[in-house]
């Protein structure tokens, strides 16, 4: 029961990381319509930027942080102005595009800057785990846990009452009667992408403190894109929700199934689960239902 | 029009790139017509997920045995030149690479990783191309293939592994039991059948194998299963050493750190010990390289003499740098000069193609590398050199590994149909 | 638009892929061109020749499932695992004729496509492209977990090819064998888009209700538009295995198969054309690149080692995004312009 329960308890810890990754995603295909598949290397800029002031250049945390975030929203911005704002009103496809060629451009200028070493950041979070009874749990987890809860609760608000959210959410439906209706479809292109970008960095940050800075981070990303088709593409709540069962289903499985098949379940359970939930829910568990007309 | 804007800035940059080409090129030193060249292949990982755990070496130090045999004056005035190709740890740029290096003529190839090697091993093969690297499967000593290796593999390894535990092994009353977390790739699995068997024979418990993925988020299932079989040893054998600092932390949650005995696998060693982590502090390891603090080696000495010519030396500690991994690299070029120069020696410039270099390396009799690696014997049927390795301790604030054991020569062996036997 | 002075008077004239006297001769004198590559061009350009029509094979499957009928895919890397795999195990361990085995390993990974396939009637758009990554990663997970059959994650040997005792062994050689191969499926692919099926699949792929609406029945036409892809995806992983020699998993990775969407997209979607000019352009602008760093390297010694390397990639990326700002519709649209623009020439401007 015990080995139980800490398994679900380092799965729910493992999605919590995979729904920062997820929100980010979300949050951009939810007010540009653009299904974002570099986030996993911009999670990974994030990490490598927060590496050079701390550790390479040796300043304290809390400035560095301030700096690596200040950067992280010039990325987000860059990256949108130059890249996807000119193709406000192109096929999603070309879009789609122009992100996975971005992972490429990404790991370059990363790898031209600091290098193919796999590096650590000093330890900022203590390692020592928290005891609960016989269950233990690491603290980067459980700050990103806390993390991801706090951004879900801000952002659905953001989106339910703030006019700015309110107009990204209508630019998503449809650019054009967005546009009509005075929206500035720019703002709300570079707002979401500013904002996918900071949190990517934060979970960048938590990820790199457990796993070490190195130019496979990004292959994170990947594994958040079972959790935002589970959760539904729109939704924010549904990231959460799909990060989380999925971090348990990979714990879980790699605990109880693993030994019987020889290993790597974890690899592959996230997506037979995804498969058959939408087999039953084509738009995911809080996706939203398209109505479609002729 | 800002589409025709675009348009424009790419065909400015496809062009730019185009004319840059010749330009580079000329401004590069160009070696005079009419010289005598041999040409070799060099496939590597400048970039790709390999290279995070070739750390801080530089092409310039691996090319270093080249550049320093042609001034001094090459093999009886004959250049080496290396071309060489960056493949990403992709197979189809490994295959690309390999038909460009036929193409330019090369008559041997330093494939550095196993994946490269098993990839070109058919080809190079069939075109009658020697391969030789530090790259071992059971596979890649297969003595129809022209794949040469300097490096037990890790069926060796773990042999090894198993047959230091047994020896050193005083309680009378049980078994000891060795588990392994790797990563889920052939470094990790394909050794597991021959150990088991060897394991039986001589009486240690193996087990449980637990896979955890290239980057680990949470080895917590892996640990806890591990936990309950209650090992006495733990191997990590991943291909780069952070994902071993990061199984050591979930240890050290679970509070099993001190519990067990961590046995590094080769690659962990090899990588550069800045990676490592205080937690890694007293880990074993075990490798068949050498360390550029073994100044007790005369062949490392003689890698500082080569390379002090030419690599500018590190802050730090006045000398080259260059660590575990570069130390099998190096060693494999000076291998493979050897094999030319035997070559040359006898059926001279103008004959030396493929065939002739193979037939140079397989008259290779317990050849000494000057104690950089154990002697080297390959032939007909034989086409690894040796299978010794060390055993190390992390030395973390020394920041090395302080060599525990002499050259050991591992219990299981290649026979002449690349089977593998136990003694 | 038709060239001037030409005009259909039969139905055949009007079907007619290749039309005017002009056309036959560029077409013949592509057709030698490629043909007597061997002779002129280095073994390098043999080989990455070879490649190239082996990827094209697989893109245009894609260009049919996703180009013609709209339904996305990322599981062609796996399915092209599946046809390498058939091939080898059928050829090396049953003693099948290649000449066999490749149509085959094309109708066994039809049929894995098809399991794949039934969600697409109820799942859509970016969903279903989450459904293929996920066939892509079951089907290497079980490549890995049947070590009898295949090897395990240590692959296989695929042995060369070999048709009545005529052994393939060299690049020249197994060119005159994937080329032809490479001609016939592009033959096939452009026209099926011709056929009543190729009309079902444009009207899925436009508004499936309407589609529906009209008679046609969405899940077999989506079942068929999913075989057919795997279908050429397989004789794609058949033709893979005789090439290298060996196959294991990592050959198929889903890096792969989304750039060979990217082909599609790139080429321009809902073309045969497109798929060959994207794949074409894609793998030239990769050679290029791949060119420059030994280049950039001899040129700049005082570079870190993974500089020139990662300077190719830099210049790979950036190529594509600006590509795609200035031709979001892809390159074939670009041909259809200066087509046009080349025949109403001089009223063009």
Known sequence: MTTFLQLVLSGIMVGAIYSLVAIGIVLIFKSTGIFNIAQGAILMLGAYILFAFLVQLGWPLWISLIITFFLAVAAGYIIERLALRPLIGQSFLAAFMVTLALIGLLEGLITLVWGTFGRRYPEFIPPDPIHLGPLVLSQEYTWSFFIAMGLIVAFSLFFKYHPLGLAMRAVAEDHQVAQSTGISIKTAFSLSWVIGTVIATVGGILLATSAGVTISLGTVGLKAMPVVLLG??????????????????????????????????????????????????????????????? | MKQKKYLVLLVSLLAAVVLATPVLGACAPQAPAKEKVIKIGYLLDLTGPVSVSLGKNTLATWLTPYRDLNDRGGINGVRVEPMWEDYAFNVDRAVAAYKKFKDGGAVVIHPITTLAAEAIQPLSTRDRIPLVGNSTTDKLVDPTQWHYTLSPSYTQMFASIIKYVKDNWKDT??????????????????????????????????????????????????LLRIKDAKPDFVVLQFGNNISAVSVLRDALKLGMLDKVTWINGFQNVNAAVSNWEAIGDGTLGISDTIFPEETNIPGVNALF????????????????????TTGLILRADLAVIEALTRGVNKVGFEKLDGPAVKDALETFKDYDLKGLVAPLTFGPTKRQGQSSMRFFQLDFKAKQWKSQTNWIQSPAQYDDTGKIAFK | MLPCGTFNETYAQDMAIVRTRLQWGLFIAAIIGVLTLPLYASGYIVSTTIATGITLIAVMGLAIVTGYCGQFSLGQAGFIGVGAYTSAILVSQLHVPFLIAVPVAGVVAALVGLIFAIPSLRIKGF???MVTIGAHFIIVWTIIHLPKLTGGADGMVAPWANIGGFTFDSDTKYFYFVIPVVILMTFLARNIGRTRVGRAFVAIRDNDLAAEVMGINLFSYKMLAFAMSAFYAGIAGALWGPFLGRISPEHFTLLDAVWYLGMVIVGGMGSILGAVLGTVFLRILREVVSYLTPVVATAFPALERFAPATFGSIVFALAVIVFLIAEPRGLSHRWEIFKASYRLWPFSR
């Open chain 2, 305 to 324: 003499d080569t390379l002090g010519k030419y690599i500018a030396p590190d802050p730090a500690t006045k000398k080259p740098y260059f660590d575990g």
């Open chain 1, 232 to 294: 539904g593409l729109e939704s924010i709540p549904g990231a959460i929700v799909g990060g989380l069962i999925i971090g348990v289903l990979e714990t879980v499985a790699a605990g109880y199934i693993d030994p019987y098949v020889g290993g790597g379940v974890a690899e592959v359970a996230p997506f037979v689960f995804m498969v058959l939930i939408l087999l039953v829910k084509p738009y995911g568990l809080f996706g939203e239902h398209r109505i479609e007309r002729i």
């Open chain 3, 127 to 129: 969903y279903l492209v």
């Open chain 2, 173 to 222: 009353s049980r078994k000891p039991r060795i588990a392994q977390i790797a990563w889920d790739a052939p470094i990790g699995r394909g050794h597991i059948a021959a150990s088991e068997a060897y394991a039986k024979q001589i009486g240690v418990d193996l087990g449980p194998w637990e896979f955890i993925p290239l980057i680990p988020l949470d080895t917590t299932p892996n």
